[in-house]
Structures are given as C-alpha cells and as structure tokens.
C-alpha cells in the first residue's frame, strides 16, 4: 500500500492533468485549414503572330493579328521597304499599342498588320533585320532610293494584277513590275494572306504626300473604299484624292484589291521621318467606329 503525503497528492493529481492534456492535443490536434489562394483570371489574350512569306533573300514576313471578330481588318507597312522606313515604325507603334491593351479594338474586329513587306528593301538602307530605330535611317532621301525596290529590283507596287504590265513607272522614271503579276515572293505573301483571311478593307501605309488615295481597277472605284478614304482622311487631317493621275501606275496592290471586292485605301504620311502617330490614330479609330460595332472606352 502506498502512502502520499498531501503534497505529492497534489504533485500526482497535477502531473496526471498535464499528461491528459498533451494527449488530448495530439489526438483531438484540429487539422490545419488549408489557405486558399484566389487567383483573378487574366484576361485571354489573342494576338498571333505568324510568318507569311519571305522576301527574295529569305527574310521573313511577319502578320500581327489581334482579336477574334467576324470582321477583319487589314494593315501593310513598308511595300517600299527602306524609301519609306517610316510606314515600318508606324506599324510597329499599332502593333505595341494593341498589344499594350487589346480592348482597344472592338470585340467583333480582328486587326492584322503586316509591318513590313519588303525586309531586303528595308535591309539594303538600314542594314538592320525586324525593329529599328529612326535613328537608324539615313539623313538623305537619295540614300534610301534603292531600297524602295526588292533584291530582284522589282517595284512591289506594280507587281499585282491589276492591269499589270512588265514596266510602270515611278515619279516620272521606268521601274521594273517583275516578270508576271505575283511574280515575287513578297507578293506571293501578301496574295495568300488576303485570300486565307479575306478582310474587309486594307489600309497600306506610305509617304509621303499627306493624302489618303481611293484605289480602283477595271471596275472603278468601290462605294466603301471612299467611305474609308473620307473618314481615314478627315480623321487624320490629310487630303482625299478618289484617282491617282500624278502619273500612270499598273500593277499596284490597292487595285488589286479592288479588283477582287475588297476596298483599300494608300494613306500617304505627310513626312519622310515622323509617324505622325495621333494622326493616325485617329485615322485607324474612325474606321473601327466604321467597321465596329463595339463600344471602344
């Protein structure tokens, strides 16, 4: 028999509740809550890039496209290669403007701009490939002449069907058209994307002569194509000019295009240097407010 003092009672009583307790909170342990992390959705983006074609030289031509509408819409820089570098830098301003915010396009357009679709043409002035700088480029305009043509020194401006003819002319002078309509590569790109795509309108992107042209074949001039060439125009504040007649073109990929339905329009930049980028933002917005029929913010 043992026999505990009032003290070790206590001591006994004391180190038994303690040792129930440290059991009961290994067996009764609550699990731990799992944190629960709630992730907000990014937005799906859906810009695409894909290359097209390449040039003479094996430089690949590239197409931006953003947004998933019915209605597509389509954008050329840089068919004059290195002679109107500033069309390329335009391009690639869009192209980073989307990319920056794609709601800027209204849901049911889809934008596709083919930045420069003339690489060599661009390469034999700024001997740089894809993004360059302003600074990049040549003070002289007779230092980006040449670059105007493609290796084969075709004028890509007159190498499409539309009254197509071996020899046009440039300011007055005889330039080459190739051998046949799409008789170059560059060409060839741009034929089988608008064919794949069928786009509502196409805007090419020139200078410079501060003007938005209408585009025409066989058939005239399509009822839209002024509607483009007018709301571009007054939004951009360039002239409208509905015939080109400064001299005689064949071959030129805006009447090509008419010849097969689609309106297209040449908004030549008033300047050699500059992107006059408000301008044609603005320009660009009056035909999403034409085409869309979204809301932009």
């Not at 931006?64 to 391009?91: M, P, Q, R």
């Not at 980073?96 to 002035?125: A, Q």
Request: glycine content about 8%.
């Amino acid at each position: 028999k043992l026999n505990f003092t009032p003290v070790s009672k206590k001591i006994a009583i004391g180190v038994g509740i303690a040792t129930l307790i440290i059991i009961g909170f290994f067996v009764f342990k609550p699990e731990k809550q799992e944190e629960v992390v709630v992730v907000p959705e990014s937005p799906q983006l859906t810009k695409k890039i894909e290359v097209i074609g390449a040039s003479v030289e094996a430089r690949e031509i590239e197409a931006y496209t953003f947004g998933d509408g019915e209605k597509h819409l389509l954008f050329v820089g840089g068919i004059h290669g290195g002679y109107e570098w500033n069309s390329v830098l335009l391009a690639y301003k869009f192209i980073d403007y989307f990319d920056e915010d794609e709601t800027r396009i209204p849901e049911d357009l889809t934008i596709s701009i083919i930045p420069n679709l003339n690489p060599d043409g661009l390469y034999k002035v700024i001997r740089k490939e894809g993004r360059f700088l302003a600074s990049d480029t040549p003070s002289s305009v007779e230092e980006t002449k040449p670059g105007r043509f493609n290796v084969n020194g075709v004028d890509l401006n007159r190498n499409f069907d539309c009254k197509w003819a071996p020899e046009s002319t440039w300011q007055g002078r005889i330039v080459s058209a190739g051998e046949d309509p799409f008789s170059e590569p560059e060409a060839v790109a741009l034929k089988n994307f608008v064919e794949i795509h069928n786009p509502e309108s196409v805007v090419f992107w020139h200078s410079k002569a501060n003007t938005v042209y209408a585009s025409e074949c066989e058939e005239g001039i399509l009822p839209a194509t002024l509607d483009i060439m007018n709301l571009y125009a007054q939004a951009a504040d360039y002239n409208t000019v509905e015939k080109f007649d400064a001299y005689e073109i064949t071959g030129d990929a805006e009447g090509w295009l008419a010849s097969i339905g689609i309106p297209a329009v040449t908004v030549e930049l008033e300047t050699r240097d500059s992107i006059e980028w408000e301008r044609n933002l603005a320009g660009v917005n009056a035909l999403f407010d034409y085409f869309g029929e979204t809301q932009r913010e």
